[in-house]
């Protein structure tokens, strides 16, 4: 089933909904889900309305060009997607596979809707992987001499393979800053911690060390300041004085996993909305 | 701050939302949250929505004749409510007084946006505590033979208070199909299982014999079915082999506070919307 | 490391945690792990101690011997297993493989101390991924009139390749009474609810029609009755009315892994002891 | 039932168990629990052991005397307790009440093993319920001015009523140097974060800047160090864009209650042994 998905968001006025459905109405759309928010701090509206295409009275080339006096008129920013247009994802990966795994795996059993053409690493691990499930394999060195360069082949395949959305399925390397720009809200990280607590390095040696009695993972967008950018999505385990910083890794892996693919699929449904340094997830 | 807040069910179909925002739009109305759910199994949609009333060009009173046509027309089942116009909520209660003292606290911190005129019990427990916080305590001593008479006392009472709502705070008492139906979605009860496991008397008791490793609480609508209907919240705790029944008993009174708290909260503020034997919770 | 890793029960009495730790004093072993639990119900005492063997004054081959006095005075049950000595598991599966991927990929990390000989299924699609994993790969088709032979050709290969313990990864087909003696509290399966509610088939089917806001996963030795058997591990994930049938599949898979995982690893290690309906899960 | 209960810590070698199990066989006591841990990697051998004083050969006061060269052999750090000689605790508290009326409520409910013969606050809210429930009440109002003079009054009264251990109910003071120095691991505080993240003041403000999807609480033994001391216990509730700062004030106030009780419990149970800045917590 096709349906056309719109995130608007926009300073809040009287009238917003009622002539983003009117707009629908008016031709024949169907809505099949609708949620807004209003941040009542900063007085911004937020919305995700998703309609149906069957019976849709306008083509889908001339939705955007309908719009937008409506969009105009409320200053919106908003983007517009439709599910049966999956996203082309491309996942970075370094030694540790599983959230590679698990992205491959859910993707096999259609639970990601998207299509996934390419995968880069700076380590061989994942080589093998790839063949097994197809999937082109770009394999890019990189360390603090030629992270430039190296990044240069990157957006060049990238582009190449048509990528939207970039999903680091716990990859070691940071990116520069105008790699964070030209994929801005646009590429998701796993990080093994509850963050704030326990940013950059060794984060489960981090939480040993502290002695927490629960550990963490957090799904964020990335952004240019490391482990900073804005939280999709976070989960947590319980842990105890038994557990050495080994049993933290093995108890983490499954929360890894479980936080990183939601916050994959939510963006592959276009259900997250950013604003500052938050983000909105429609549910 | 006082607004208008409208739930609706009806059959799904094209232009249900236009025209219901084009109502509140019509009058002035600023819309606060707007959330609807579609149940693609029954084809039912589900809406909840909420305005400001400051500056809304139709004085209360006038909205539901207004309004009519419009549910007319679709076919709605609605309810309207202003946040201002708090329910007025009696709570039952046996021996066990946790979940009574946890609403009284929050309603005393203003959590929760209701009057509570009245407790009623089969015990004498209680009476302190309403004393304590100045509520009318009516005792009613319930046994298989005078159930019938005993209820129509407590109806009396109920309604000569102008009750709206009941929560059963541990009350240990079933109700008759009579009284249910008087009631109907208006009667709370918290359960101490995730049921549908465990239902009936001594769940902690049921929950050790079978070893679980975890347990639960769940609040519900009362119907006449016991502990069976529409689920409104439930959590859970782990447990282990080193808990005894009486350990149960102790983790669980957390669970069952937070749990009941959250559904009477959900209920008050107008969250909840049941259709068959389940909830729609608007968040 | 190598270590040794007694379970004893037996009825409670003054002086068996002195006899048994003087016992391995007596012979220089060090204590890594000693934990024990009295269930005050039964009267019954629970122990698990590990020591290492390294500097240990008894040859493996003889601890047995030198124990059986001890173990009679207190007429313990008990069993004896070496950390060095790992487990040969056999993996059950019928057509949904998440599980059976994930105990192949911890496995494949060192995560699951044990050797993995053996896939058995009732379909084809686990053929490929034993191959990909470089394990023997059984296909043992089933029906109700076939099931006793087929169980004898099952028990041939699992003798065959000396099976100490069947990990039932989503495997749909119900063992008979003969087959489930044979390996009694040695078949671990994954049931896809909070048990006790929701056994037998689809239960993500019966939670959804329930309306339940939290779904579970159940991970059991298996006894005779149907989902009736010793819980080992259970865990739950929070589900709303905006979640279909199919959503709920999708969230509880992450569940059914990480609880299933987590079992037959705890089985491995040797941490669990049954006694009656329950387990008493060593952590 | 009176138990006694040792904590014991020391660097671990061989034969400690034995050693302390035969200890207490000798007496003729039934040990109810025991439990070791081994730190692995600072080699430190944790224990806490309980066993009934029916029928033990050793009365109460000669108890130490006996165990004292054992103890020397290996240089353990230990403790005594009786499980009938409940502590006394004093209770710390600012505006916010619900941590203390929870703490009074189990109190009364047999929940919690001590006396609670004070409150001390910087305010008068308490000072009712402090009346309701018949305990002492100080009020000790306190700036930087006048802290260590205010300080000296609190100790004073707190040795006047031979207070053990003192539970900070959401108190807002902080203690100096030499106050915590004197009641060393005998404070614990809660505080509403999961702690390390938002450590200081405001957390509820600075988890909604944040943007997190999961708010927590910490309760920990109070050092010189704020919000630094060894954390005893932490869980979380999750919470999304839709909740308001007052939100995450209302659905953590159920989370502080429970992780608070559950670590003063434990306190008060002498389950909790403390090492570096960890806690090994004995379930």
């Known amino acids: 089933m096709d349906t056309a998905i719109l995130l608007i968001s926009c300073r809040d006025q009287k009238g917003i909904t009622a002539a983003v459905t009117n707009f629908i109405y008016q031709y024949q759309g169907n809505i099949e889900h609708a949620d807004q928010h209003i941040d009542?701090?900063?007085?911004?509206?937020?919305?995700?309305?998703?309609?149906?295409?069957?019976?849709?009275?306008?083509?889908?080339?001339?939705?955007?060009?309908k719009f937008a006096p409506l969009a105009k008129k409320f200053k919106m920013d908003y983007s517009l997607y439709f599910s049966a247009e999956t996203s082309r994802m491309a996942i970075f990966v370094s030694e540790v596979t599983h959230c590679l795994?698990?992205?491959?795996?859910?993707?096999?059993?259609?639970?990601?809707?998207?299509?996934?053409?390419?995968?880069?690493?700076?380590?061989?691990?994942?080589?093998?992987i790839a063949e097994d499930f197809n999937i082109k394999f770009f394999f890019?060195?990189?360390?603090?001499?030629n992270k430039l360069s190296a990044e240069k082949k990157e957006i060049a395949i990238l582009r190449k393979e048509k990528i939207d959305f970039i999903a680091l399925a716990r990859y070691g390397q940071i990116f520069t800053r105008q790699f964070v720009k030209a994929y801005h809200t646009r590429i998701i990280n796993i990080h093994?911690?509850?963050?704030?607590?326990?940013?950059?390095?060794?984060p489960y040696r981090q939480a040993y060390s502290r002695g927490v009695k629960i550990i963490g993972a957090t799904s964020h967008y990335v952004t240019e300041k490391l482990d900073a950018?804005?939280?999709?999505?976070?989960?947590?385990?319980?842990?105890?004085?038994r557990d050495c910083l080994e049993d933290l890794r093995f108890k983490g892996q499954d929360l890894e996993r479980t936080v990183f693919s939601r916050a994959v699929r939510w963006h592959l449904e276009h259900k997250i909305l950013v604003y500052g340094n938050k983000t909105v997830v429609f549910d």
């Open 140 to 145: 890019s060195q990189k360390n603090p001499q």
């Open 192 to 202: 093994h911690s509850f963050l704030p607590a326990f940013a950059g390095s060794n």
């Open 101 to 128: 795994y698990d992205l491959l795996l859910k993707f096999k059993e259609k639970q990601l809707f998207c299509q996934i053409p390419l995968i880069i690493s700076n380590h061989s691990q994942a080589k093998k």
């Open 40 to 65: 009542s701090q900063s007085n911004v509206f937020f919305m995700r309305i998703e309609w149906s295409l069957k019976g849709f009275a306008l083509a889908k080339p001339k939705i955007i060009a």
């Open 229 to 241: 950018g804005p939280i999709i999505e976070q989960d947590i385990v319980r842990v105890s004085h």
